[in-house]
């Protein structure tokens, strides 16, 4: 029997958590509707989309930063947790 106070963890969830401990990055973001998101039963994890056409990752990154090397180390990061092509995309970048 399945304990109901836990709750399966998807792909999805550990690769954000993955990405958002890259230096650099500050958060995950949603895109301009919300539409980069992943849908779970009972929540929502924005700026992480799996899809038949590969992963989408969006990010906000840390001012100063360099965006194509930090790109890349999220690239990277999510390559080892999930087979198919990695498209990031930087939709903000904030001082900290």
């Known amino acids: 029997m399945t ?5 399966d963890r998807d792909q999805s969830e550990d690769i954000a958590d993955a ?4 230096d650099g990055v500050v958060g ?3 895109g301009m509707f919300g539409e980069a998101a992943t849908y779970l039963p009972g929540r929502r994890i924005a700026g992480i989309r799996i899809g038949e056409d590969g992963t989408e990752v969006h990010v906000t990154l840390e001012f100063g930063v ?3 090397e930090t790109a890349d180390a999220v690239r990277r990061t999510v390559a080892a947790m999930i087979d198919g092509p990695i498209h990031v995309t930087v939709e903000d970048i904030v001082r900290v």
């Open 3 to 7: 304990d109901p106070n836990t709750t």
């Open 19 to 22: 990405v958002v401990a890259i």
């Open 28 to 30: 995950l973001h949603g």
């Open 66 to 68: 360099s965006v194509r």
